[in-house]
């Protein structure tokens, strides 16, 4: 150890000394103060050599249009785990957790920013709330409170569950149902903690639901639990995704698992994560692809498309050497670089993060958020990868603040699946309505499947009637066709988003849906 390091390590319990000097690619355990320090041999970023993380003040974020906002510590833990001290999380899951969901909680977690490594999306019933959290930089949904047990994200979506059972509350926010659908999202080796200095409310959560809590196992904290990584011989298998909340509402089944499912909290696997530059590129250069196919009984996206082209498939998802996007060139590649909130409408399996995180592109996007799928397979990938998606039909409203709004938006080979002209210009509306005065709108796709429709002509004529600037194009060497359009202030003068989401049989199968066999 350096000298700063042992000063610093004189603060600490034994073991956690120990594990200093013993230079195990771990968290410290010990009493944190104002700051947490943590050794590793690899990481060169996020993942750094020696970290320090300021947990009393978050300090300062800067958005366009919205005044200097201070992060104030949120102290969310009762007993062992507190919020001062950031590394609990850690010590209680594992050093390859990304992933977050945070459910119900007014104030941001200092614990899951900064350079903690970790990726959160926070989901609240009110509109003013996640707004707050957006204007922080944040991922952010609201949530209907008669939905708080149809979440819509695959089974095995995130890696941390983390909610407030005193405000997660309503007709389907408490009791068995929620407590089902929480455990479904979690990836197997994953991590639920609980907001609340209450113990009778955790014993409550845990009790309402058999299959549930057989999934669950406690830690040394007594707010944290932990997924099995295995499957409960004891309970049935869910006929299909969860998505699919007619295979599953009843909270009697267990998300499908694969008898060869290799969690990310495998010692093999989380090593390899480990090694690599960052928590980011190891999550998503180390997932096997057993993972994702044969997820449901039948034949899903995954498997059709790695039956009829594997070698494609391997190209595309899991190699190692490199994320290419054709459609990110010229133009849209200088806003890419320069916008600083991001919306990927029919993200698919989540390629654009990938490259942006292969890229090194991601940090600055505050936020990046994803949705939108053809089945549970592709949400699946997105989840190995390490990244967070939702599926929503981008028909309908989505489930965001009314003033939720990105620099930049973009839809990538899904237009073309559109069957009529109202379809496109809803999408075209939908997509549009989510841009900041001055954003920008890129999209870029084929021709239509159907013949006697040209998308880029019906959405070029639909942006010019609502005093959007717009310049079309084509890909070089490609058939690519590409759509860019600004946001003028006469368009902002408009356009005015109503929270009044819809989810429609959850999008899931809905042959309009925003998917693309490439992404």
């Known amino acids: 150890l350096i000298a700063d390091d042992l000063l610093e390590a004189l603060a600490f319990s034994a073991a956690g000394v120990a594990k200093a000097i013993s230079g195990h690619n771990e968290y410290i355990d010990g009493t944190l103060q104002e700051s947490f320090h943590r050794r590793s041999d690899h990481h060169a970023d996020d993942r750094s050599d020696i970290q320090e993380a300021t947990i009393s003040s978050m300090g300062t974020v800067r958005r366009e249009g919205y005044a200097d906002l201070q992060l104030q510590p949120l102290d969310l833990f009762s007993d062992i785990c507190s919020s001062p001290d950031a590394e609990c999380l850690r010590r209680a899951g594992s050093r390859v957790h990304r992933t977050v969901l945070v ?6 977690v200092p614990t899951l920013h900064g350079k903690s490594g970790y990726y959160p999306m926070y989901i609240d019933l009110e509109d003013s709330v996640a707004e707050s959290m957006f204007k922080l930089g944040y991922a952010s949904l609201v949530w209907p409170r008669d939905r708080c047990d149809k979440l819509n994200f695959t089974d095995f979506a995130v890696d941390v569950v983390l909610v407030n059972p005193s405000r997660w ?21 994953g991590q639920l903690v609980l907001a609340s200095q209450a113990e009778e409310v955790k014993s409550e959560l845990l009790k309402l639901n058999v299959p549930a809590s057989a999934l669950l196992q406690p830690t040394s904290f007594s707010n944290v639990f932990l997924r099995v990584d295995r499957r409960v011989g ?3 298998d869910c006929e299909a995704c969860g998505l699919d909340k007619s295979a599953s509402a009843t909270g009697k089944c267990q998300p499908y698992l694969q008898p060869d499912y290799l969690p990310a909290t495998d010692p093999k696997r989380s ?3 480990s090694d690599e530059a960052s928590l980011s590129k190891g999550r998503l250069h180390n997932w096997p692809l057993k993972n994702v196919l044969g997820s449901q009984k039948e034949d899903q996206w995954v498997d059709q498309f790695y039956k009829a082209k594997p070698e494609w498939f391997k190209a595309n998802y899991v190699k190692k050497d490199g994320i290419r996007k054709k459609e990110l060139s010229g133009e849209i590649l200088k806003l890419l670089q320069k916008a600083h909130s991001l919306l990927d409408a029919g993200a698919g399996s989540c390629t654009l993060e990938a490259w942006l995180r292969e890229t090194d592109k991601f940090e600055h996007l505050k936020p990046m958020m994803s949705f939108g799928a053809y089945d549970c397979s592709m949400l699946r990938i997105c989840a190995e990868r390490g990244s967070i998606s939702f ?6 409203t989505l489930p965001m603040c009314n003033r939720c709004k990105f620099e930049l938006v973009m839809q990538l080979e899904g237009i073309h699946h559109m069957s009529s ?13 989510r841009l900041e005065c001055g954003g920008s709108l890129y999209i870029a796709d084929i021709s239509s499947n159907h013949p006697d429709l040209n998308w880029t002509s019906i959405a070029e004529h639909r942006l010019l009637a609502a005093s959007h600037e717009v310049k079309l194009g084509r890909l070089k060497k490609q058939k690519t066709l590409t759509l860019l359009a600004k946001k003028t202030a006469a368009a ?21 849906i925003a998917f ?3 992404e």
């Open 169 to 189: 509350q309503g007709e389907n926010c408490a009791g068995s149902k929620a407590l089902h659908e929480i455990v479904r999202l979690l990836a197997p080796g």
């Open 234 to 236: 004891s309970l049935q």
């Open 492 to 512: 902002c003068h408009s356009s005015e988003v109503k929270n009044t989401a819809v989810f429609a049989g959850d999008a899931i199968g809905h042959p309009d």
């Open 391 to 396: 599926q929503h039909d981008w028909l309908q």
């Open 271 to 273: 090593m390899a994560i």
């Open 103 to 108: 459910l119900g909680l007014q104030k941001p």
């Open 421 to 433: 002209r109202e379809l496109i210009e809803k999408t075209v509306d939908a997509l549009a309505a």
């Open 516 to 518: 693309s066999a490439s």
